[in-house]
Nanobody
Framework: QVTVVESGGGLVEPGGSLRLSCEVS????????IRWHRQAPGKEREFVAF??????SEYADAAKGRFTISRGARNLWYLQMNKVKWGDTGVYYC??????????????WGRGTQVTVSS
């Protein structure tokens, strides 16, 4: 079983920075994909960024040039948010998707961390 816990959300001014953390515990070894998603009030959840085991990363257009997804210490990943905008407000979720048999394709989600952009 894998547990995902996000942290680091809070209040940030437009143009400011925030770093979100995603800690994965349990049987999280092997090949994986980590994704960050977000859900703004009244909107559907949307993809923000992804990183694979080898370090390959991809970003949604809204995040390109401003956000960086990275791996920290063992089983810890980050989403560095710079130059935040009003539209970045929302609950940010971390998703761990196993790419290792026998749990290949299984997704594990955290409960989210709130980011509020406000002056």
């Amino acid at each position: 079983q894998v547990t995902v816990v996000e942290s680091g959300g809070g209040l940030v001014e437009p143009g400011g920075s925030l770093r979100l953390s995603c800690e994965v515990s349990g049987d999280a070894s092997g090949v994986y994909v980590i994704r960050w998603h977000r859900q703004a009030p009244g909107k559907e959840r949307e993809f923000v960024a992804f990183i694979g085991t080898g370090g390959t990363s991809e970003y949604a257009d809204a995040a390109k040039g401003r956000f960086t997804i990275s791996r920290g210490a063992r089983n810890l990943w980050y989403l560095q948010m710079n130059k935040v905008k009003w539209g970045d407000t929302g609950v940010y979720y971390c998703e761990y998707e196993s790419r290792t048999i026998p749990t290949y394709g299984k997704e594990f989600w955290g409960r989210g961390t709130q980011v509020t952009v406000s002056s």
